[in-house]
T-cell receptor, first 114, second 113 residues
Framework: DTGVSQDPRHKITKRGQNVTFRCDPI?????LYWYRQTLGQGPEFLTY????????KSRLLSDRFSAERPKGSFSTLEIQRTEQGDSAMYLC????????????FGPGTRLTVT | DAKTTQPPSMDCAEGRAANLPCNHS???????VYWYRQIHSQGPQYIIH???NNETNEMASLIITEDRKSSTLILPHATLRDTAVYYC??????????????FGTGTQLKVEL
């Protein structure tokens, strides 16, 4: 297994457009996380899945954001009606349910909204 | 969330030990301290974690004070490839057993020749 993968790596979109990102976790990991990172800041937690169930959402996740993990494997993060403030790196991480619960991060999708 | 405080930047000569401090004075008794690092344009990478005792692995050592209000990450022989932002995090448990990492702004470590 080559780790967590994310697609695309870069996305440029115009304000108002919808975008969707994909995350493929490490295959045996049942926990999946999305984070957002803006320039000069550390990543911020957005949401968490255990298998296909979305168990936690940050207040940062406005109603324009939706995340799914339909079969408990890959996950998608969709942003509707993008705004310039959505420009950021979107990071996905996965972990097993076993201690020490280490989260393995993907390389991220860099979104630029023009 | 238990907050952490780290210096914004540190320099270290290659081959020397890098000691990165972190304050987490509001940590509670069952909360773990995790360290991650992020090399430019990559996702964060797990380094080490601990609860009370000092810990060591192939990457680093973690020294936690007896009162648990602060810790120090030690890279024993820093190399240029250790140049990165280092994050000290107090792990927060989520519903269903997940874990939220609250990163802060970290310490930019620059390793120089």
């Amino acid at each position: 297994d080559t780790g967590v993968s994310q697609d695309p790596r870069h996305k440029i979109t115009k304000r108002g457009q919808n975008v969707t990102f994909r995350c493929d976790p490490i295959s045996e990991h049942n926990r999946l996380y999305w984070y957002r990172q803006t320039l000069g800041q550390g990543p911020e937690f957005l949401t968490y899945f255990q298998n296909e169930a979305q168990l936690e959402k940050s207040r940062l996740l406005s109603d324009r954001f939706s995340a799914e993990r339909p079969k408990g494997s890959f996950s998608t993060l969709e942003i509707q009606r993008t705004e310039q403030g959505d420009s950021a790196m979107y990071l996905c991480a996965s972990s097993s349910r076993d201690y020490p619960y280490e989260q393995y991060f993907g390389p991220g999708t860099r979104l630029t909204v023009t | 969330d238990a907050k952490t405080t780290q210096p914004p930047s540190m320099d270290c000569a290659e081959g020397r030990a890098a000691n990165l401090p972190c304050n987490h004075s509001t940590i509670s008794g069952n909360e773990y301290v995790y360290w991650y690092r992020q090399i430019h344009s990559q996702g964060p990478q797990y380094i080490i974690h601990g609860l009370k005792n000092n810990e060591t692995n192939e990457m680093a050592s973690l020294i936690i004070t007896e009162d648990r209000k602060s810790s120090t990450l030690i890279l024993p022989h820093a190399t240029l490839r250790d140049t990165a932002v280092y994050y000290c995090i107090v792990r927060e448990s989520l519903t269903g057993g997940g874990n939220k990492l609250t990163f802060g702004t970290g310490t930019q470590l620059k390793v120089e020749l």
